[in-house]
């Protein structure tokens, strides 16, 4: 679907030097351009972000204008990340190419814990003579794990639909409670049943830091924290907490603070695989991006109610 007749596409300089009458506009991907340009524009009415998350942009904002986010248009990309995250931890990938890179054939011996739980590992333990400090590390299977997926929106029902390959059990958290989720308020209780916890949630005032000692507390030991929500979702030194005591693992595409800064504990925390908050970003976004911008100029030409506007939708 290409952009309505009639409608002129401007495409605006990082540094404007004047201004320009714009009633739709589509910002850049940070705070610090989106100041840059805001000044210069007259008569906007309408700012379609690409981003699944809005938190950063909604305080650079003024008052009156109708903001709609990116939903949709990241779940192909966000729901393989956490697949990927999933599988290379319970398959211990982050161990095995630390050891590809120090020359070492190690097989399924290694040291530190695996991803097994805690029990599983002493009776393993019991059923072989190893090396002193030693223990057994197997690769684990995501075939009938439970996942708890907290911010059940359209993310995560993509990553359900992927996890259905694996025959997980798959259970679900928002905002609100509905058919088949549970409300944000059960998640104490659902906690210690899930294998792997994925967090999808939005970055909002209820949501800030609400992952911290007292919910990874209970979690199931060696359970996998796998964060693709946003950083300060997690209290980040009670992760690093948990992830030094050997309690949990996690897989996280978002960290608190971002970027993650050299010398930062979690870089050497155990158990523990980081990517860059890159989950979202593959080469057919920009085709999923313009289609969206596509449909909203389409509706808003023709007067008729946009799609995705921040605050029509919980988690």
Same mark, same amino acid.
């Given at each position: 679907m290409g952009f309505p007749d009639g409608v002129e596409v401007v495409r605006l300089p990082k540094l404007p030097e004047r201004h320009y009458t714009v009633d739709f506009w589509v910002p850049p991907f940070n705070a610090k351009a989106v100041a840059a340009v805001l000044p210069h524009l007259q008569a906007l009415?309408? &700012?379609? $972000?690409?981003?699944?998350?809005?938190?950063?942009l909604l305080p650079c904002l003024? #008052?009156?204008?109708?903001?709609?986010?990116g939903r949709g248009i990241h779940d192909v990309p966000t729901s393989e990340w956490v697949l990927a995250a999933i599988l290379s931890s319970l398959k211990q990938f982050p161990r095995y190419r630390d050891n590809q890179k120090a020359g070492q054939w190690r097989g399924q011996v290694a040291f530190g814990g695996g991803f097994r739980a805690h029990e599983e590992k002493e009776e393993a333990a019991k059923a072989q003579s190893?090396? #002193?400090?030693?223990?057994?590390?197997? $690769?684990? !299977?995501?075939?009938?794990?439970?996942?708890?997926?907290?911010?059940?929106? $359209?993310v995560g029902a993509a990553i359900e639909a992927r996890l259905r390959a694996f025959d997980a059990k798959v259970l679900r958290v928002a905002r609100n409670a509905r058919e088949g989720v549970s409300s944000i308020a059960?998640?104490?209780?659902?906690?210690?049943? #899930?294998? /792997?916890? /994925?967090?999808? /949630?939005?970055?909002?005032? +209820?949501? =800030?830091?609400?992952f911290g000692a007292e919910? %990874?507390? =209970? %979690?199931?030991?060696? #359970?996998?924290? &796998?964060?693709a929500a946003r950083g300060p979702v997690v209290v980040t030194d009670d992760l690093d907490a948990a992830l030094r005591e050997g309690r949990i693992h996690a897989?996280?595409?978002?960290?608190?603070? !971002?970027?993650?800064?050299?010398?930062?504990?979690?870089? +050497?925390?155990?158990?523990?695989?980081?990517?860059?908050?890159?989950?979202? +970003?593959t080469a057919a976004f920009i085709g999923r991006a313009y289609a969206l911008v596509a449909r909203q100029l389409h509706h808003y030409v023709r007067g008729e109610p946009l799609e995705n506007v921040v605050g029509d939708a919980g988690y």
């Open positions: 009415k309408v &700012v379609q $972000s690409l981003m699944a998350g809005v938190d950063w003024p #008052a009156g204008l109708t903001v709609c986010d190893l090396q #002193a400090g030693q223990m057994i590390v197997l $690769s684990d !299977e995501l075939f009938g794990k439970t996942v708890l997926i907290v911010g059940y929106g $359209s059960d998640l104490p209780e659902l906690l210690p049943l #899930a294998d /792997v916890v /994925v967090l999808i /949630v939005p970055l909002t005032q +209820s949501t =800030r830091a609400m919910l %990874m507390a =209970r %979690m199931k030991p060696g #359970a996998l924290l &796998v964060n897989a996280v595409d978002v960290t608190d603070p !971002e970027p993650l800064p050299p010398g930062h504990p979690l870089w +050497s925390a155990p158990n523990c695989l980081i990517t860059p908050h890159i989950g979202g +970003s």
